[in-house]
C-alpha cells in the first residue's frame, strides 16, 4: 500500500466512468471494509455485492487500495452547503453534514473497524484518516480560523482542540444513543462556541 496521499485519495483516470454504478460499488466497498476490515475484503466480494463483474471494478480502480481509498473518501464533507459567510451557520452546516454522513453510511461500524485492526493492518487507519478524518478537519479548521478572526470564537481558544470537541460530539452522543437529528449541530455549535477558555 505503499502510495502517496494523492495517489491513494484520486481515483484512477481513463476511461469514463457510469456514475450510478461506481457509487453502488464504493457502498459494496464501505460496507465490506467496515464488516470485514481491508485484508478480508476480496474484490469479488465486493463484486457480488455490487451485482459487476470483478472486470468491471478493475477498470475503474487498478487496486483494492485504490478503491478503498475511493469509499473512503466518500465520507468526506459532500452535501454541506456552500459557505455563507456566517460563520456560525457555516459551522452547523459542517457539522450537520458530518453527522448526516456517519448515519447515511456505516461510519461508525467502520471507525471501529479501522481500530480494530491497527495492530495487523495500520494501512486501513491511515487512510481512514488520509481521505476521510483529515478534509473533513481540514473544512472545520478552515471555519474557526474564520471565527478567531470574526470575533466569534473565544480568544485565546485552541482552533485543533475546538474542531476535535465539535466533531467528537458526534461520536460521543452516537455512543451514548443521543440523538444528532434536526437541532442538534445547532445546539453542539453554540454549546461549544460559548465555553470559557482558561488563560
Known sequence: MGKTHADRCHGAAGRPRCPAKEAVILDAALMLLSERGFTRMPLDGVA????????????????????????????????????????????????????????????????????????????LLQLFRECAVQPRRDAMRRLLDRACVQGVLASGADPD???????????????????????????????????????
Open 48 to 123: 457480488r455485492a455490487a451485482g459487476v463483474s470483478k472486470a468491471t471494478i478493475h477498470l475503474r480502480f487498478r487496486t483494492k487500495t485504490e478503491l478503498a481509498a475511493a469509499a473512503l473518501k466518500t465520507l468526506r464533507p459532500s452535501s454541506a452547503p456552500p459557505e455563507t459567510g456566517d460563520v456560525r451557520a457555516d459551522l452547523v452546516a459542517q457539522l450537520a453534514d458530518f453527522a448526516a454522513t456517519l448515519t447515511r453510511t456505516p461510519g461508525m461500524a467502520l471507525i471501529g473497524t479501522c481500530l480494530a485492526e491497527e495492530a495487523h493492518t495500520p494501512e
Open 161 to 199: 482542540a475546538v474542531t476535535s470537541a465539535l466533531l467528537g460530539a458526534s461520536y460521543a452522543d452516537h455512543l451514548a444513543g443521543r440523538t444528532t437529528a434536526e437541532g442538534w449541530a445547532e445546539r453542539t455549535v453554540a454549546g461549544v462556541l460559548a465555553l470559557p477558555v482558561c488563560p
